[in-house]
């Protein structure tokens, strides 16, 4: 039976691309777009705040808008 608008199915071996296994995430039923998130830890202190998890406790981007931090304890 033919479909119109439909092409037939050609065989597995005339694929041009090797068939990828179906993601778990598909099979489940998700079908959102890939994402990242991620967070900083921040302590407030009496001198300012201190970004823990970044490398520089957040002094450049936190001068950007004009707030002091305070001094990383461990210098």
Request: charged content about 20%.
């Amino acid at each position: 039976m033919r479909v119109a608008g439909r092409r037939p199915a050609q065989p597995l071996e005339a694929c041009e691309a090797p068939l990828a296994p179906i993601p778990r995430e598909r099979r489940q039923g998700w079908v959102g777009t890939w994402s990242s998130h991620w967070e900083h830890s921040v302590a407030l202190t009496e001198q300012g705040p201190l970004v823990l998890t970044a490398p520089d406790g957040g002094k450049a981007k936190l001068a950007e808008h004009g707030i002091t931090t305070a001094p990383d304890p461990l210098a």
